[in-house]
């Protein structure tokens, strides 16, 4: 069976709230929250945090976690994904958002299982179903439209698609940053050159598309709540304080 490895790239630094990774939840810091709920995941075979700051690495180390110390000047998670993808031995890499502490092990196993299926796939990533109408016109939440296969045909931070038709009906698609490479293929894509859509939608799986690479997006029924702001911390020290 392939190897399966999940990499949680961690940054102290953040715009909106410094720190979050190591933001206290129902006693333990997010970052923590999300190493032990990947590692219930029964594909993965091991979990590594890659930070370049030495506050996460105690962090890590004092919950007992497995951590890399990577370069300071990476532009992009998928950068730090693929310095750590480069000198560990496996065959599939999972990209794990640090500030998702409440991420469903079964939604990994939605995203990771179709790679050991077919050795065709790439990569993949996860959607969920959006039920409020503000959401879609959020552009904090990205959207995502896929063909009838589950392959990605863009992703945007408008309201996509576009209802025209208000008598026919839609679905709306919330993407879900977690994503599943094929080893090969990530250390590939992460040398890859922006593209004008990447930039200008701020999407960086949007330079996987316009460099003719696909991308599957099954659906998982496990909601998960980043943790971007002040408020949404909140929400989820209320949801974690009740578990």
Same mark, same amino acid.
């Given at each position: 069976?392939?190897?399966?490895?999940?990499?949680?790239?961690?940054r102290y630094a953040s715009t909106r709230l410094p720190g979050k990774v190591l933001v206290d939840i129902a006693?333990?810091?997010? !970052?923590?929250?999300?190493?032990?709920?990947?590692r219930l995941c029964p594909l993965i075979s091991r979990v590594l945090v890659a930070t370049d700051d030495e506050r996460v690495e105690r962090?890590?180390?004092?919950?007992?976690?497995?951590v890399v110390m990577t370069?300071?000047?990476?532009?992009?998670? #998928?950068?730090? !994904?693929a310095e750590v993808a480069a000198g560990i031995d496996?065959?599939?890499?999972?990209?794990?958002?640090?500030? @998702?502490?409440?991420i469903a092990s079964s939604s990994i196993e939605i995203a990771a299982r179709p790679l050991l299926a077919d050795p065709s796939?790439?990569?993949? #990533? !996860?959607? @969920?179903?959006?039920?409020?109408?503000a959401d879609v016109a959020d552009p904090n939440l990205v959207k995502v439209v896929v063909d009838r296969n589950g392959f990605a045909l863009y992703f945007s931070r408008q309201p996509i698609p576009y209802h025209h038709h208000k008598d026919s009906p839609v679905v709306w698609w919330r993407h879900l940053g977690l994503y599943v490479y094929?080893?090969?293929?990530?250390?590939?894509?992460?040398?890859?050159?922006?593209?004008?859509?990447?930039?200008? @939608?701020?999407?960086?799986? !949007?330079?996987?598309?316009?460099h003719g690479y696909r991308i599957l997006v099954p659906e #998982?029924?496990?909601?998960?709540?980043?943790?971007? #702001?002040?408020e949404d911390l909140e929400r989820v020290r209320l949801l974690l304080a009740d578990e």
């Open positions: 069976m392939s190897s399966v490895v999940a990499i949680i790239p961690a006693g333990k810091p997010m !970052l923590q929250h999300v190493y032990e709920r990947t962090a890590v180390h004092g919950f007992g976690g497995d370069r300071a000047d990476h532009q992009t998670g #998928t950068d730090r !994904l496996a065959d599939i890499i999972v990209n794990v958002q640090g500030d @998702e502490p409440l796939l790439v990569m993949s #990533t !996860l959607r @969920e179903r959006i039920h409020d109408p094929r080893r090969e293929f990530l250390l590939r894509y992460a040398v890859l050159p922006p593209t004008p859509l990447q930039l200008a @939608e701020g999407l960086e799986q !949007l330079r996987a598309l316009e #998982t029924p496990h909601p998960a709540i980043g943790v971007d #702001t002040p």
